[in-house]
């Protein structure tokens, strides 16, 4: 399973939570806000554009895992552990 999968999921859910809090969340004061916007929104959208940014790379991404035959390293180690008795 590709790692991008569940970190932007779970940054997505964490982002989308952090901007409904920040809309529905009545205590505006000065210390909760950044540039006039509350924080948990800022945060929000950040972590937002995080997760949809790796979800999408993960998506859009080929495989992480490469076959040994795909690189000549891989094909030496393979023939090398065929010759030596090792290979499954």
């Not at 806000?33 to 993960?58: C, K, P, T």
């Amino acid at each position: 399973m590709d790692i991008r999968i569940p970190v932007g999921t779970i940054f997505t859910v964490y982002g989308v939570l952090l901007i409904l809090y920040g809309l529905i969340s009545s205590d505006v004061e000065a210390r909760h806000l950044l540039f006039g916007v509350q924080v948990n929104i800022v945060a929000g959208i950040g972590m937002l554009v995080f997760g949809v940014s790796f979800l999408y790379l993960a998506r859009r991404g080929g495989p992480t895992v490469r076959r040994s035959s795909a690189s000549p390293e891989g094909r030496a180690m393979e023939a090398r552990e065929k010759r030596t008795g090792v290979e499954h």
